[in-house]
């Protein structure tokens, strides 16, 4: 009875357990590997306690696959290796119990103890870190598994055949990176052939996994192989789309990378760029799917993928902004690639993420313009260097991509020099970046990536030569047609036509530090083949940019016509492009039409300010949204023309320009230092001073404005040590400023500062280039060659003709510069100084005593006053209002002598020694009165002489039969009236005295003024008599 229930209890166990059994397979067989494990260990528990060896053993097989699958999807080492670790466990257990079973001898036995050796090293190797024996293994379990797998087929054990094979498979997939390229050939088609067999058997056991995806396992080994083998290949086209989505992934995977070969391989650029961004595509969907489904070790290889379609992807981008955009992708996408290579174990795929992340941060460096971010990135790529560095210690010499390692640190410590401010912290940079680019060659002598390695060579040795190191451009030229020749023999056309760019930058260098040779044609002849193999490949884009750079070339060259017409090809180019739907190509055709703007500019320099200013403004308006720092020069450019424009003839205006011009240089000078900022600053401040003390000049502040001369000179002094323009030179404002300097001493009074200034201001005009400024200098030249005759011609007692007609043909000369020089005010200037000139000539005609002269001279004066009032020279002007003032006077003089000597000629010949006379007021001629009538008698002494005179007395003051009345201040002696008066010439007094006369009479008044002259020689004056008639009261 015991019995039967003991074989009651363990047919029920048995039934349980074969339940349980069957649900983990249905679960297996399904993906869903950790609930058929659970499933698995619960039926394997209880076939080992009725010893149901048989089914415990299917079971545990079957559990330790999916223990092993399992780990496949985790994201923490921890928990991958010990998932790995568990399974390895449960598959030795079982061998263990083979070796204990002494009940079953012969081949059986040990075919099944192989099974699990085969099995465990499988998955061992995805634990081992040593390369040595990892490869050892792999080896071994290639050989070993074989034999294993025919004695299952003998056996008809076709599913653990299965399961072997893929494992086997999968083994050899981990291994191969670290194979030498032979070998890992043969590692790779082992395991596309595992795959392939492992397929058949579960086909055979009609228990297939479509979970394993094993064609798609087979077809990655397939792509993998042609990659290797640089050879075609073509993917079988599926006649039934996979159910599995995991399958469709590792599919689209395969297609991304096969995609992402033939782009490299293809020809012509349209076709390269769509098989690009069509890998960039489906390694993007695909890496997302298998994250999200936590298949973590598939993850790893996509993301890693989208990475490298990312790069070059960017390689063929020749906009910053897509160049941030792509790297910034890369850049994230081998974080992940890392985080889950780490995570599964897969150490090639994590220290090819490390090497290829030192890299992207080394190019994305190139392309930000903040000086924070880039130190930032610098930190950020040491870092990741160091741990790369860490890894690649670990591995063996004859790793393959150790080479990649040594050649990514280059490019970066490159990208670095680039950001290190201290010079010779840069030259140690680009000494050790040379270093580990050479050493990369010595690892990557026969590899196709030798050209981007000899690129990056050449690139650190181009900087290296540009801080000064002897020999480095030589260098640099000797190696990048070694690169050339490395990306021919690959095929790379991008990397051949980049090659020749970077070649024609060399040039371009040389050219400029040797000053001529012949660097500018090599330079040109590289450009134009760059331009010709991407024509030839149909790369409208790179084509664009290779004109551009011929277009700077020949700017450089000052063939700004030249560089226009390049600039036009280029912007065709892009226009070709953005017709296809490029944006990029949008923002870069913005740039070229604000080259070409700007070229016209130059193009126009010389001869039209104004019209240059305006396509300057025009290009950089243009440039405001790509290249600010561009657009804000060229914007003080265009400012500091007009201002040139308005130079000398409008000061104030011109003033105003120069000095908005002069803070939008400041700032691009806080920005970085530019040395075309810090030239044109320099110059516009010069300028600034000079305007200003135009300015001044004008309004008649003649000492501040020598103060703003001299201080204009000194500054554009600096500013052509910095360099010429190509519209002026600096010297030649030196010479101007240190004129007008001279010329100011000279309105002083320092007349023969005059020839000083002339003789500078013709300096100036053989070193200025515009036929304005030329023309200026030479106006000025002429101008204090007038104002010197013109002080001659002031200080002339006499009217000489000769002088008058040397000034006035220098002012006319002057006038015509000034006018060819289109300075409105200063022709108005010197027309002025002309009149002012003829009021002078007029003025000694009256000195003459050729008085008719008088209305000319002061019509003349009046001209000129309304001229310089015009022309905004208040100085002349308030000097000219001075001289018809004068003029007035004398005028006023000459009718008052008149009136008070006539025509006597030895009375005026006295003048000048001084002479004093006198005028009635009143009585008027012919004044009636009575007998005792108060008689007012008022009268006017002056001294009408040019120099001072002694008023003693008037004779006759009062005349007989007159008597004096009231009281005066002067003495009275009989008739006459003592005064005792100096006086100054055409200084007046006046004197009122009362009379009444005594008796009926008519009286002709005409007291005698008694005075003495200068040279105290006693003189007298008789007026002209005044009657005075007196009746009876």
């Not at 043969?186 to 094993?214: I, M």
């Amino acid at each position: 009875m015991d019995r039967f229930r003991g074989d009651e209890g363990a047919k029920r166990s048995l039934d349980k357990a074969n339940k349980l059994f069957s649900k983990g397979r249905e679960a297996e067989a399904r993906g869903d590997v950790k609930e058929a494990s659970r499933r698995f260990k619960e039926a394997s528990d209880i076939y080992a306690s009725i010893g149901e060896r048989s089914a415990f053993v299917d079971s545990e097989f079957l559990r330790g696959h999916c223990i092993a699958f399992q780990a496949l999807s985790e994201r923490a080492v921890d928990k991958f290796r010990g998932l790995i670790e568990e399974a390895i466990g449960v598959i030795n257990e079982v061998r263990k119990n083979y070796i204990k079973d002494y009940t079953s001898r012969g081949v059986e036995r040990d075919v099944w103890i192989s099974y699990c050796v085969n099995f465990i090293n499988a998955l061992r190797i995805l634990l081992e870190e040593d390369v040595p024996a990892k490869r050892e293994t792999c080896m071994r379990l290639i050989g070993e598994g074989e034999t294993c797998v025919e004695w299952l087929e003998r056996l008809e054990e076709s599913e653990k055949a299965g399961f072997l094979l893929f494992w086997i498979g999968f083994a050899c997939v981990r291994s191969a990176p670290w194979f030498e390229k032979g070998e890992m050939v043969d590692v790779l088609r082992k395991a596309a052939e595992s795959f392939s067999k492992a397929k058949k058997f579960f086909e055979a056991a009609r228990r297939p996994r479509p979970y394993l995806c094993l064609e798609m396992m087979q077809e990655m080994c397939d792509v993998k192989l042609a990659l290797e083998e640089q050879s075609s290949v073509q993917l079988k086209t599926l006649t039934v789309e996979p159910k599995e989505e995991r399958c469709r992934k590792i599919h689209g995977y395969n297609l991304a990378l096969m995609e992402l070969y033939s782009a490299v391989k293809e020809r012509f650029f349209a076709e390269k760029q769509r098989r690009t961004y069509s890998a960039l595509g489906s390694a993007r969907e695909t890496a997302k799917w298998l994250e999200g489904v936590g298949d973590c070790g598939l993850a790893a290889d996509a993301y890693f993928l989208l990475a490298k379609a990312c790069y070059e992807a960017f390689k063929m981008t020749l906009s910053n902004k897509r160049k941030r955009e792509l790297l910034e992708e890369c850049y994230e996408a081998l974080k992940k690639a890392y985080m889950y290579a780490r995570a599964q174990m897969k150490v090639d795929v994590a220290v090819k993420a490390l090497i290829t992340m030192t890299r992207v941060i080394g190019e994305y460096v190139k392309l930000v313009d903040s000086n924070a971010l880039k130190i930032k990135l610098v930190r950020e790529g040491a870092s990741y260097s160091r741990e790369a560095l860490d890894e690649v210690r670990k591995l063996p010499e004859d790793v393959m991509f150790i080479g990649e390692f040594y050649g990514s640190v280059a490019n970066y410590l490159t990208a670095a020099a680039e950001v290190e401010v201290n010079e010779g912290g840069r030259r140690d940079l680009l000494e050790k970046a040379i270093e580990y680019g050479e050493v990369s060659l010595e690892y990557e002598e026969e590899s196709k990536r030798k050209g981007d390695y000899m690129y990056c060579l050449a690139e650190a040795y181009y900087m290296l030569g540009k801080s000064g190191q002897a020999g480095a451009f030589e260098k640099a030229v000797e190696i990048v047609k070694k690169a050339r020749e490395g990306f021919i023999s690959a095929e790379d056309l991008v990397g051949t036509v980049r090659s020749f760019m970077l070649s024609g930058d060399i040039q371009r260098e040389i050219w400029r530090q040797k000053r001529g040779g012949e660097g500018y044609l090599r330079a040109r002849q590289e450009y134009l083949e760059a331009a010709r193999i991407a024509a030839g490949m149909d790369w409208k884009e790179m084509e664009g940019e290779a004109l551009v750079k011929l277009a700077e070339l020949e700017d450089e060259k000052g063939n700004y016509v030249q560089a226009s017409e390049y600039y036009v090809q280029a912007l065709e180019k892009f226009n070709r492009v953005a017709e296809g739907g490029g944006e990029d190509a949008k923002e870069r055709m913005k740039i070229i039409e604000a080259r070409i703007s700007i070229e016209k500019g130059k193009e126009l320099l010389k001869s039209r300010l104004s019209e240059a200013a305006y396509y300057f403004r025009r290009g950089s308006e243009l440039l405001l949204r790509e290249n600010k720092y561009d657009a804000v020069f060229y914007q003080s450019l265009s400012e500091f023309l007009e201002a040139e424009e308005m130079s000398v003839d409008k000061p104030r205006e011109a003033l105003e320009l120069l000095k908005t011009a002069s803070e939008r240089l400041k700032m691009l000078r806080e920005i970085g230092d530019n040395k075309r900022a810090v030239a044109l600053l320099s110059l516009c401040r010069g300028k600034e001073h000079l305007e200003e003390g135009l300015a001044l000049y004008a309004e008649g502040s003649y000492s501040p404005a020598l103060v703003k001369f001299s201080m204009a000179a000194k500054a554009l002094g600096e500013a052509a040590e910095l360099g010429e323009w190509d519209w002026e030179r600096a010297e030649g404002y030196v010479f101007f400023a240190q004129g007008l300097e001279r010329f100011i001493r000279g309105q002083l009074g320092a007349r023969d500062e005059y020839l000083e200034a002339a003789g500078l201001f013709r300096e100036s005009a053989k070193k200025f280039v515009t036929s304005k400024m030329r023309n200026t200098a030479l106006g000025f030249t002429d101008l204090c060659y007038g104002w010197h005759k013109f002080s001659e011609y002031f200080e002339e007692e006499k009217e000489r003709g000769d002088s008058y007609i040397e000034t006035r043909t220098h002012f006319e000369r002057s006038l015509n510069f000034f006018v060819e020089a289109g300075l409105s005010n200063y022709a108005k200037y010197v027309e002025g100084l002309e009149h002012f000139l003829d009021g002078e000539r007029y003025v000694k005609k009256l000195e003459e005593a050729d008085e008719r002269y008088y209305s000319l001279a002061e019509e003349s004066y009046n001209k000129a006053r309304e001229i310089f009032s015009d022309a905004g020279y208040v100085g002349l002007e308030r000097e000219v209002e001075e001289r018809i003032q004068e003029l007035r006077e004398r005028e006023a003089k000459r009718r008052y002598l008149e009136s008070v000597i006539g025509d006597d000629k030895e009375t005026k010949e006295s003048l000048r020694d001084g002479f004093v006379a006198v005028k009635f007021n009143e009585p008027a001629d012919m004044s009636l009165f009575r007998v005792g009538d108060k008689i007012t008698v008022n009268m006017d002494f002056v001294n009408i002489g040019d120099a001072p005179a002694t008023l003693e007395r008037l004779e006759n003051a009062v005349p007989q039969e007159f008597k004096l009345v009231g009281k005066t201040a002067e003495t009275v002696k009989g008739g006459d009236i003592v005064l005792g008066r100096k006086l100054a010439p055409w200084e007046k007094i006046s004197l009122e005295i009362k009379i009444v006369a005594e008796k009926k009479q008519e009286v002709k008044y005409q007291p005698v003024v008694i005075f003495r002259d200068n040279k105290n020689r006693k003189r007298y004056f008789k007026p002209k008599p005044i009657l005075i008639l007196v009746s009876e009261g």
